[in-house]
C-alpha cells in the first residue's frame, strides 16, 4: 500500500504531540511563575476578502511575522523542491485515488501525505514559539484554542467576486470561476484532511464581515480581540497556585 496513515489520522497524531508538548513544558515550570503563553493568530478566508492583506496588517501592528505563502516556501525548503512542485497541492483536495495513481508512478514528485505531514509540523512548530499569523493551510483546526485567537474573513458574494475582478482586472465571469473554485478548493482542502467545514462559525473566535468592515477595520477588531484572549489567559494564569517541588513529583 502506498501508505498506511490517513492524513486526517496524521492530523490527529500532531495535534496530540503539541499538546503533549504543552503540557511538559508546563510541568517543567515547577515552582516558577511561567510567562504569559505566546499567542498565534490564525486566519482562514472566502476568496476576494482581502484576507492576507488583513493579515499583513495585523503583523505589521504587532511587529509579528506572518505565514501565507511564506509557509508553502518553508515547506518546499524542508522537502528540498521547488515551490512551483507543491502549489497543485496547497490548499486544494487531493483524492486518495490520485495520490494511489502517484505512489505507482516510477517517477514520483513529492506525495500529499509528505506535504501534509511537513506542513502540520511546520505550523506546529511555529504556533509553539508563538507570536505570528499563520493564514489558511488548516491552522485554525491544528493551533490548541488556549493560545490561538482564531479568525473567519467572509463576505457576500457579490462584494467578492468585484473585489477579485478588480485585484486581477479580469472579466466578471472569470472572477465568478475564481471565486467559485478557490473557495470550493479550499474548504475540499480542510474538510478532507481535518474533517472540518470551514464556513461553520462554531470553529471560530471571530468571525468578520469584510463587505461591512474595510480592512483597517477589521484590523483593530481582530486586535481587540487578542487583547481579551491575553487578560483572561492572564487572569486564569494568575489565580493558579504555584507548584510545588513535592506536588509537581506527586
Not at 99 to 128: C, N
Not at 163 to 184: N, P
Not at 203 to 229: M, S, W
Amino acid at each position: 500500500m502506498p501508505f498506511n496513515l490517513s492524513s486526517p489520522a496524521l492530523t490527529e497524531a500532531l495535534v496530540r504531540a503539541n499538546q503533549h508538548w504543552q503540557l511538559r513544558h508546563q510541568e517543567e515550570a515547577g515552582t516558577e511563575k511561567s510567562a504569559a503563553p505566546a499567542f498565534t493568530i490564525a486566519l482562514s478566508r472566502e476568496a476576494g476578502t482581502y484576507g492576507a492583506a488583513i493579515a499583513r496588517a495585523v503583523a505589521d501592528r504587532l511587529g509579528w511575522p506572518v505565514y501565507d505563502s511564506e509557509l508553502l516556501q518553508r515547506v518546499a525548503s524542508e522537502l528540498g523542491v521547488q515551490q512551483a512542485s507543491l502549489s497543485t497541492m496547497d490548499e486544494r483536495h487531493v483524492s486518495w485515488l490520485s495520490e494511489y495513481l502517484e505512489g505507482l508512478s516510477p517517477h514520483q514528485g513529492v506525495s500529499q501525505y509528505a506535504f501534509m505531514r511537513r506542513l502540520l509540523e511546520t505550523i506546529l512548530a511555529l504556533a509553539a514559539r508563538g507570536n505570528c499569523v499563520i493564514v489558511g493551510r488548516g491552522a485554525t483546526k491544528v493551533l490548541p484554542a488556549a493560545t490561538t485567537l482564531r479568525v473567519r474573513i467572509v463576505a457576500p458574494q457579490e462584494h467578492r467576486i468585484q473585489a477579485v475582478q478588480r485585484e486581477h482586472g479580469i472579466s466578471r465571469e472569470e472572477a465568478v470561476r475564481r471565486v467559485e473554485t478557490t473557495d470550493r478548493e479550499r474548504n475540499d482542502f480542510v474538510h478532507e484532511h481535518f474533517g472540518m467545514d470551514a464556513a461553520d462559525p462554531r470553529n471560530y473566535d471571530l468571525v468578520l464581515n469584510a463587505g461591512r468592515f474595510p480592512i483597517d477595520q477589521c484590523v483593530e477588531l481582530i486586535l481587540a480581540a487578542l487583547d481579551r484572549l491575553r487578560a483572561a489567559s492572564d487572569t486564569a494564569s494568575a489565580s493558579q497556585p504555584a507548584k510545588t517541588p513535592s506536588a509537581a513529583s506527586s
